[in-house]
Structures are given as C-alpha cells and as structure tokens.
DNA sequence: TTGGCAGCGTACCCTATGGTTCGGTCATGC
DNA sequence: GCATGACCGAACCATAGGGTACGCTGCCAA
C-alpha cells in the first residue's frame, strides 16, 4: 500500500519485495504470482475496514441521530483513509469490460459490510417513527453523497483532500444534520 | 478510450495503432510518447466536456429552478458518460505521491469548466433573493452528492451503474429538489 | 513528370519485468 | 549432531512492449 501510495499502481513485484524487505522467492512462496498480491491487499484493506466499522458501530449508544453522527464520522474516516484510496485505485486501474475481479471485490465488501448496518439503522428509524425513510438504498446515497460530495474523487486523483482528525466530526454532523432534514418525519 | 474501457489502463502501444488503424510510427509521429498519448486523451476529452457543458448551459432558460434542473441533468449525463470515466480511471491510476500531471489536468479542468458556472449560478440566486448560499464551493459539492451519491465511484469500479437516458432528468429534478430545500430562502 | 511528404507495414533493438532456479544460511525440533 | 524447512541474494530465462529504422505506396502541388 505504501508503495502505491507512493508511486502509482505501476510498481514491480522487485520493489515490492524489496519494500517488504523480503526475497522475490518469498513473495511468490507467499502469492500466487503478481496478481495475488493485490487481491491479498484488497482482501487484508476489507478485513481492516471491517474492525473499523464494527468498533466505530458497536460503540456508538444513545439516540438515533448521536448513532447516525458516530456512523458518518467513522464512514468518513474511512472513506478518505489512504488504504482505502490505494485499494480502490488498483480496482479502477484494472476495471473494464472484460475482467472486473477486484471491482466486484471492492463492490461486494463495500455493500457488505458498509451499507447493511446504515440500512438496518433506517429500518429502526422507521419503526420508532423518526424517520421517513421509503427508499433506505436511495436514502443511504444522499447521507453518503452529503458527507463526501466530490471528495472521494479528488483523492483519488491525487489531491490531498482529507479532512484533519478534528475536523471529521464537525463535517460529519452537518452532514447528518442535513440529511436530516431530508429524511426526519 | 474504446480500448481503455473495453481491456483496462494497461493496453500496449501496438493495440492503440491497430485500433486508431495506423501504424506505430504515425502514433509517434502525433504524439511525443505512450504518456502524450494518455495526455491528449485528457485533453481532448476536458474539450468536449466543454462543449456539451456550454451547450447545456447556454441552451436552458427560465427560471432559476429550472435552470438548475438543466444543469443537473447535462451534468448527471456527463459524469456517467464512458469518456469521463475512462479518463478518470487513467488518471487515478498514475495518480500518487510523486507524480500527478493526469490527475492535476483532470481536476483543473473540472474546475474551471463545471465549478465555475454553477458558482456563478448560484451567486446569480443569491442576488435574486431566491437562495441562501453562504459557501458556494460547499453548496456545489452538496449538489453534486444528491445528484450522484455513490454511482461515481461504482462506475468507476465497472459496475454498469449509468441511468437510462430516460431517467437521467427525473434523477437531477429529485436531486435540485432537495438542494432547494437545503438552500432555498 | 517529378519531388516531397505523410503514412503504412514490418522488422528490429533493448530494457524492464514477471517468474524461476540455485547455492547458501539460519532457526527449530528430534 | 542432523534433517527440515523457511528464507535470502543473486543470477537467470523468456517475453512483452516502448521506441526506432527502413523501404514502399499513394497523394498533391509545382
């Protein structure tokens, strides 16, 4: 990842051992061949992701809209972390129509592990008669689209756009709060 | 950008000529390097951008909602157009810490071409008492989540996440429309 | 008619790199 | 003491692919 980071998703597995500090015999003793390597590091990027969420979600207490501001915060931490820039970046690279392994990994880890917990929290809202929500996918991509806006793109494409730690929270909860406004009865 | 869509960011010089049927050395003889090829693609595809932009913006009339709603549309259209896409992917791909020339190009042009005249828009509104924006920058970048959420990035991933042609104006309306209530007086 | 020029197709050069092999070293466990 | 196995460094192989050279064709203008 740091090597990525670094230079692009063009690195060779020689500097990939070498940044590893480990022997190319290793490296393919560990992976299969290059490819393999990737795939490890956007399986290792989801597991990571997964903690992340889980300790950012199972922490949050109180009311809804406390847990939905803790959720964002925790959503946006990730989303402009480096690891998962580069994981996504390698997807893209390598996205077309003929192979698209490691964008449907992405996809499907993404939909997995980030969207179910929102969309059961809409269902809760629903049920306590907090929220409207009638389209909880349409309703999770307007809290998304009004947390990051155009953001996740511009560090993708190399602009150092990521939020400082004490503004997450901040960004986080006027997002929330103008979701709200949208999807609050 | 046929070919980059169809087999990825990484096809070979060969194919490039055997698609634009020339032969390799005309390839050179247009472009300086494999880079300068990658680079005018950028460029053409930031120039006729351009021109559906002006096209769209110049074409709509009327009030400022429904001249939103114009610009939504036009901008939706652009944003899941193959062309962005595919210049975007190559971009982020070379896109890291030491080199950037793509992905500075990319987001420049995205400024000053579709930034911009929404700005004006607004400012427009705001003159006219019909809105309330107090941060332009953050006001597009709200408009821009609604109107997109999350497709950008899954088209990005090569899931076929572009609206029909038909649901692309009921998409941006929705979108404006909720703006409006974020922004309107 | 002829000279120039743009482009074509093909062959070619050469470096970078994915992937393998091999001799040697070190730790572990019997 | 010794077999085992993981690992290292380095050399090696094969191929792909960026970039170039060359000879030929067809077009256009003088």
Request: proline share 2%; hydrophobic share 45%.
């Amino acid at each position: 990842m740091r090597l990525v980071r670094r230079h692009g998703t063009g690195i060779s597995t020689a500097q990939i051992a070498a940044e590893a500090r480990c022997s190319k015999e290793t490296l393919y003793n560990w992976f299969d061949d290059r490819d393999g390597i990737f795939l490890a590091l956007v399986r290792a990027q989801a597991a990571e992701m997964n903690k992340a969420l889980l300790a950012g979600f199972s922490a949050s207490e109180g009311r809804l809209e406390e847990r939905l501001r803790a959720y964002a915060t925790c959503l946006l931490d990730i989303m402009t972390g480096d690891a998962l820039i580069v994981v996504n970046r390698i997807a893209m690279a390598q996205a077309c129509e003929d192979v698209s392994e490691l964008g449907q990994t992405v996809l499907g880890s993404w939909s997995q592990q980030v969207e179910k917990p929102f969309l059961s929290l809409f269902e809760e809202g629903n049920r306590n008669g907090t929220l409207a929500v009638h389209d909880s996918q349409e309703a999770f991509e307007a809290l998304l689209g009004l947390l990051l806006g155009d953001r996740f793109r511009r560090l993708l494409l190399g602009e150092d756009a990521r939020p400082s730690s004490e503004s997450m929270a901040p960004i986080a909860a006027k997002a929330v709060q103008r979701w709200l406004i949208l999807y609050r009865i």
